[in-house]
């Protein structure tokens, strides 16, 4: 229905509901049952039963449960449990990570859930916004947030910021009046305000005319609903791995069996032998600990305030070439801030941050006392007079509810020892004539305690410039002559060039019996004060993430809807804006194509006075150019270029839930910054399972080389079945995981951006694979030659021989996967978690060879000390080998 077209009475029968009272409570029932609560629906969530079951149907996990059944029908249960055992583990580590993530999001879309003030059987009573329905009568002020669409019915000064619906971030002045023209765009509904959108100014009443999925941001938020999952190129690239690895251990539990039976073996014993180099082939551990290392920097990222909502993002933030982040609340502090005032021809400069009101004042570099001078004195008191701001301090942090413009103000009197209730009570405040948009002024009529009367004003400074008759100059009140009206707009272009934003403080004395009755009366024959200021300032961690980008190959783009003069000012501070960079404004880019942005995208660096609906087209041009992007936005309609974006990130303070659900990333500080570490760990994260990836293929290539070596040699099997799986998942998998877990190379973020194409074996990880294990094989397969040759009868001590030579090599060598260069390039002690790991691996080895019980099991008997010795140097030799290779390339 076209409420915005009806008047009151009209709106007050179609909902049947009644603006006096408002709904009873049986009503608001009976609507709940109809149509529901006022939330917006998420989609369709898997149960958890399915979603732990789908955590089975990776082709690795079942052929390993095809092996358990093999190893369960040839009475090997014992391997037939330790693989089931990692499956569910597995599988439960996957189920738990995916609960987890499902779990933040839910908790910051409550966070952002707002309360309404609502009437209910002629009562006003708060309430959550969920339970408003259709038909309720909403009552709004300044720094609300609107719960449900509604037709305004009473406005009082009234001003909504719709930005995150229309991305237009000028507040919107409100009537209450039907419109009678058809086709209205929303930000043109001069009588309505939406879900989500903020009040910024005044007051006002309204009917709700829409809930939930029925609001103009349920309709964009259901387009955004079905989110595809996906799955990382990295854990596609190690699937295909996977399969390749299983092929390739048919092909040579074929080959062995075959083999085997022409030279006579038994077909029962080779095909056991078969088995056992189809479980070496296999990583068992590398689906869980890809798992675990996605999830722990998960955990990680979420300590440095990024939400992952999507696994992609993780391996997609190390490809980041380009960040186009906004300006305000991202790489600025979102708080106005007052830093220069100036009056009757001097200057000063004021110091602090943010909303605090702790600074000081200085002129000409030296620090001065505010009230020593009065025409600084009048400006601030009178800033905080025309001023309907309040700062509060919440959980150690001061915030301003009100206007920034007026908090800036309210902030620099505060700076200067002004206490709002001690000033009120020197002056009563008798009347007010509010901002509005034509007049662009503010003035109060304000009565002292000797009874004279003053009108207080400030506003824009051209304007008031114009309603001004005198000047405060050198302490003394002039008439504005030409020469000083030119020495103040000298002085509002100083200011503008800065990239402040000004507002101008007059005033007047009125006889005290006068009655002021209209603005037009009150905002003439001024006397002009002074000039305050303001910016808001960037966030001082900025500037130099912004370089640590620049190191790292990553172009950062500024985008905002604030003045040209503006953003260049903050770009050129934090090094964004250097020299050859270009700035380019909205209305140039409204009228190129995507293939002519293309053209100079390369070479800006700024967009200024963009609107959302641009973000798209700047995401395609770079994108076309070859970029990996990251985009940032809070408002729905930044969504679609959020969700078009490589790395799509939303505020998780100003940001909108169709934003959030569209992102990749979310930010729960809303800072810069917070990008900047995470692509950082989102790197290290890469690096980290390319080195256990490393340390596993490896591994197995040597566990695969020993196996096949001494089957082709006639030999007896240097490993039984359990012993491999020992390793496998119990040994190999500690120090995996403790990988997963290392500190970033020093490094990290001065290399330039991963190709999103390149392989998992790429520099020379394949060959480092194949050689380490050649090596680790090689060594396994020499000791157990020298313990079988010593004692042949004895085949049991030559295999637990062979068992922890190449347990101990792995060990070694997972200090060498550490670093791209060599064992020696890194501390190796540096990751604690690694040494622990190591010395658990260890001791798990050790106790499966002396205790026991457990020698059965795993065909183990107790290691003589002086084979330990020949165990130790057999097992260093891979690692000290290549280690040396390293040194003697680079001393070359």
């Given at each position: 229905?076209?409420?915005?077209?009806?008047?009151?009475?009209?709106?007050?029968?179609?909902?049947?509901?009644?603006?006096?009272?408002?709904?009873?409570?049986?009503?608001?029932?009976?609507?709940?049952?109809?149509?529901?609560?006022?939330?917006?629906?998420?989609?369709?969530?898997?149960?958890?039963?399915?979603?732990?079951?789908?955590?089975?149907?990776?082709?690795?996990?079942?052929?390993?449960?095809?092996?358990?059944?093999?190893?369960?029908?040839?009475?090997?249960?014992?391997?037939?449990?330790?693989?089931?055992?990692?499956?569910?583990?597995?599988?439960?580590?996957?189920?738990?990570?995916?609960?987890?993530?499902?779990?933040?999001?839910?908790?910051?879309?409550?966070?952002?859930?707002?309360?309404?003030?609502?009437?209910?059987?002629?009562?006003?009573?708060?309430?959550?916004?969920?339970?408003?329905?259709?038909?309720?009568?909403?009552?709004?002020?300044?720094?609300?947030?609107?719960?449900?669409?509604?037709?305004?019915?009473?406005?009082?000064?009234?001003?909504?910021?719709?930005?995150?619906?229309?991305?237009?971030?000028?507040?919107?002045?409100?009537?209450?009046?039907?419109?009678?023209?058809?086709?209205?765009?929303?930000?043109?509904?001069?009588?309505?305000?939406?879900?989500?959108?903020?009040?910024?100014?005044?007051?006002?009443?309204?009917?709700?005319?829409?809930?939930?999925?029925?609001?103009?941001?349920?309709?964009?938020?259901?387009?955004?609903?079905?989110?595809?999952?996906?799955?990382?190129?990295?854990?596609?690239?190690?699937?295909?791995?996977?399969?390749?690895?299983?092929?390739?251990?048919?092909?040579?539990?074929?080959?062995?069996?075959?083999?085997?039976?022409?030279?006579?073996?038994?077909?029962?014993?080779?095909?056991?032998?078969?088995?056992?180099?189809?479980?070496?082939?296999?990583?068992?551990?590398?689906?869980?600990?890809?798992?675990?290392?996605?999830?722990?920097?998960?955990?990680?990222?979420?300590?440095?305030?990024?939400?992952?909502?999507?696994?992609?993002?993780?391996?997609?933030?190390?490809?980041?070439?380009?960040?186009?982040?906004?300006?305000?609340?991202?790489?600025?502090?979102?708080?106005?801030?007052?830093?220069?005032?100036?009056?009757?021809?001097?200057?000063?400069?004021?110091?602090?941050?943010?909303?605090?009101?702790?600074?000081?004042?200085?002129?000409?570099?030296?620090?001065?006392?505010?009230?020593?001078?009065?025409?600084?004195?009048?400006?601030?008191?009178?800033?905080?007079?025309?001023?309907?701001?309040?700062?509060?301090?919440?959980?150690?942090?001061?915030?301003?509810?009100?206007?920034?413009?007026?908090?800036?103000?309210?902030?620099?009197?505060?700076?200067?020892?002004?206490?709002?209730?001690?000033?009120?009570?020197?002056?009563?405040?008798?009347?007010?004539?509010?901002?509005?948009?034509?007049?662009?002024?503010?003035?109060?009529?304000?009565?002292?305690?000797?009874?004279?009367?003053?009108?207080?004003?400030?506003?824009?400074?051209?304007?008031?410039?114009?309603?001004?008759?005198?000047?405060?100059?050198?302490?003394?009140?002039?008439?504005?002559?030409?020469?000083?009206?030119?020495?103040?707009?000298?002085?509002?272009?100083?200011?503008?060039?800065?990239?402040?934003?000004?507002?101008?403080?007059?005033?007047?004395?009125?006889?005290?019996?006068?009655?002021?009755?209209?603005?037009?009366?009150?905002?003439?024959?001024?006397?002009?004060?002074?000039?305050?200021?303001?910016?808001?300032?960037?966030?001082?961690?900025?500037?130099?993430?912004?370089?640590?980008?620049?190191?790292?190959?990553?172009?950062?783009?500024?985008?905002?809807?604030?003045?040209?003069?503006?953003?260049?000012?903050?770009?050129?501070?934090?090094?964004?804006?250097?020299?050859?960079?270009?700035?380019?404004?909205?209305?140039?880019?409204?009228?190129?194509?995507?293939?002519?942005?293309?053209?100079?995208?390369?070479?800006?660096?700024?967009?200024?006075?963009?609107?959302?609906?641009?973000?798209?087209?700047?995401?395609?041009?770079?994108?076309?150019?070859?970029?990996?992007?990251?985009?940032?936005?809070?408002?729905?309609?930044?969504?679609?270029?959020?969700?078009?974006?490589?790395?799509?990130?939303?505020?998780?303070?100003?940001?909108?839930?169709?934003?959030?659900?569209?992102?990749?990333?979310?930010?729960?500080?809303?800072?810069?910054?917070?990008?900047?570490?995470?692509?950082?760990e989102g790197r290290n994260i890469y690096e980290n399972i390319r080195k256990f990836v490393r340390y596993l293929l490896a591994s197995n290539v040597g566990e695969i080389l020993v196996m096949l070596f001494a089957m082709l040699l006639a030999l007896p099997l240097p490993l039984v079945p359990i012993q491999i799986l020992w390793v496998n998942l119990v040994t190999d998998g500690l120090p995996a995981m403790a990988l997963g877990l290392d500190q970033p190379e020093e490094n990290?973020?001065?290399?330039?951006?991963?190709?999103?194409?390149?392989?998992?074996?790429?520099?020379?990880?394949?060959?480092?694979?194949?050689?380490?294990g050649f090596l680790i094989g090689l060594v396994t397969l020499l000791a157990f030659i020298f313990a079988y040759r010593a004692n042949p009868e004895h085949l049991a001590y030559a295999q637990t021989v062979a068992f922890a030579t190449l347990v101990m090599a792995q060990l070694i060598h997972v200090f060498d996967c550490r670093s791209e260069k060599s064992v020696f390039s890194r501390n190796p002690f540096g990751n604690k978690y690694l040494v622990w790991a190591v010395i658990?691996?260890?001791?798990?080895?050790?106790?499966?060879?002396?205790?026991?019980?457990?020698?059965?099991?795993?065909?183990?008997?107790?290691?003589?000390?002086?084979?330990?010795?020949?165990?130790?140097?057999?097992?260093?030799?891979?690692?000290?080998?290549?280690?040396?290779?390293?040194?003697?390339?680079?001393?070359?």
């Amino acid at each position: 229905m076209k409420f915005h077209e009806m008047n009151e009475r009209e709106v007050e029968q179609a909902l049947n509901t009644d603006i006096k009272a408002g709904l009873t409570e049986d009503d608001v029932k009976k609507r709940h049952k109809q149509y529901g609560y006022n939330e917006l629906k998420e989609g369709e969530k898997q149960s958890a039963l399915l979603l732990f079951f789908s955590q089975f149907k990776d082709f690795m996990v079942l052929v390993l449960l095809a092996a358990t059944l093999i190893s369960g029908l040839l009475g090997e249960y014992i391997d037939a449990i330790a693989i089931i055992a990692i499956v569910v583990i597995n599988g439960f580590l996957g189920f738990f990570q995916e609960r987890k993530a499902e779990k933040s999001l839910h908790a910051l879309k409550e966070l952002s859930a707002p309360q309404v003030i609502a009437l209910r059987e002629g009562q006003w009573k708060k309430i959550p916004s969920k339970e408003v329905v259709a038909g309720d009568l909403l009552k709004f002020a300044t720094g609300d947030r609107i719960g449900a669409d509604i037709r305004i019915v009473e406005s009082n000064s009234l001003e909504i910021e719709e930005s995150a619906l229309t991305g237009e971030s000028l507040p919107v002045q409100k009537r209450t009046g039907s419109l009678k023209t058809a086709n209205l765009a929303i930000g043109d509904m001069e009588n309505m305000a939406f879900m989500g959108t903020m009040v910024t100014r005044g007051n006002g009443l309204g009917v709700v005319v829409g809930t939930g999925m029925n609001t103009a941001m349920g309709q964009i938020a259901d387009l955004l609903q079905n989110a595809e999952t996906m799955t990382t190129p990295l854990q596609r690239r190690l699937e295909q791995l996977g399969k390749i690895l299983i092929t390739a251990a048919i092909l040579l539990t074929v080959l062995v069996v075959v083999a085997g039976v022409v030279q006579g073996q038994e077909l029962y014993t080779m095909f056991l032998a078969g088995v056992s180099l189809a479980v070496a082939a296999i990583p068992e551990g590398l689906p869980a600990i890809v798992t675990v290392a996605l999830s722990l920097g998960v955990q990680r990222m979420i300590r440095k305030k990024a939400i992952v909502r999507k696994l992609p993002a993780v391996e997609t933030l190390g490809c980041a070439s380009v960040i186009c982040s906004d300006k305000t609340g991202t790489m600025t502090q979102n708080k106005m801030t007052v830093t220069h005032l100036w009056s009757g021809g001097k200057e000063w400069r004021v110091d602090g941050i943010g909303y605090e009101p702790q600074g000081h004042f200085y002129r000409n570099e030296n620090q001065v006392e505010p009230k020593s001078d009065k025409a600084l004195q009048q400006m601030l008191m009178f800033g905080m007079l025309c001023n309907h701001a309040e700062i509060q301090q919440k959980n150690n942090e001061f915030v301003i509810d009100g206007d920034p413009t007026e908090g800036a103000l309210l902030v620099a009197a505060m700076k200067a020892g002004y206490n709002r209730s001690s000033l009120l009570n020197q002056f009563q405040i008798i009347n007010e004539f509010p901002f509005d948009s034509v007049r662009k002024m503010m003035s109060v009529v304000v009565k002292d305690h000797n009874g004279r009367q003053f009108i207080v004003t400030k506003g824009a400074p051209d304007v008031l410039v114009g309603k001004s008759e005198s000047v405060l100059w050198e302490g003394k009140r002039q008439i504005l002559s030409r020469e000083l009206s030119g020495e103040i707009q000298g002085a509002i272009e100083d200011l503008a060039s800065q990239a402040l934003r000004t507002i101008a403080i007059g005033f007047k004395e009125i006889p005290s019996k006068n009655v002021i009755l209209d603005e037009k009366e009150a905002e003439k024959g001024l006397t002009f004060i002074g000039l305050q200021g303001m910016i808001d300032p960037p966030r001082p961690e900025v500037r130099e993430a912004v370089k640590e980008c620049k190191e790292a190959g990553i172009k950062t783009i500024m985008i905002t809807g604030d003045h040209v003069i503006t953003a260049q000012a903050i770009a050129k501070q934090l090094g964004i804006l250097t020299q050859g960079s270009k700035v380019l404004q909205g209305k140039d880019l409204a009228e190129m194509a995507v293939e002519e942005l293309e053209d100079v995208v390369e070479d800006v660096a700024v967009f200024a006075r963009v609107s959302p609906e641009h973000k798209l087209k700047i995401v395609k041009a770079l994108q076309n150019r070859g970029h990996i992007v990251a985009m940032t936005g809070d408002g729905v309609n930044d969504a679609p270029a959020i969700k078009a974006a490589d790395i799509g990130i939303s505020m998780g303070i100003t940001g909108t839930d169709v934003a959030k659900e569209a992102s990749a990333l979310v930010l729960l500080d809303d800072n810069f910054a917070t990008i900047k570490a995470a692509i950082k760990e989102g790197r290290n994260i890469y690096e980290n399972i390319r080195k256990f990836v490393r340390y596993l293929l490896a591994s197995n290539v040597g566990e695969i080389l020993v196996m096949l070596f001494a089957m082709l040699l006639a030999l007896p099997l240097p490993l039984v079945p359990i012993q491999i799986l020992w390793v496998n998942l119990v040994t190999d998998g500690l120090p995996a995981m403790a990988l997963g877990l290392d500190q970033p190379e020093e490094n990290v973020m001065k290399r330039k951006p991963r190709s999103p194409k390149e392989g998992v074996f790429s520099r020379g990880l394949g060959w480092k694979v194949v050689s380490r294990g050649f090596l680790i094989g090689l060594v396994t397969l020499l000791a157990f030659i020298f313990a079988y040759r010593a004692n042949p009868e004895h085949l049991a001590y030559a295999q637990t021989v062979a068992f922890a030579t190449l347990v101990m090599a792995q060990l070694i060598h997972v200090f060498d996967c550490r670093s791209e260069k060599s064992v020696f390039s890194r501390n190796p002690f540096g990751n604690k978690y690694l040494v622990w790991a190591v010395i658990s691996s260890l001791a798990l080895v050790l106790v499966v060879i002396y205790y026991p019980p457990l020698q059965p099991i795993f065909h183990t008997v107790p290691i003589e000390l002086r084979d330990w010795f020949m165990i130790t140097g057999l097992s260093a030799v891979p690692t000290f080998l290549l280690a040396g290779t390293f040194l003697a390339r680079k001393t070359k």
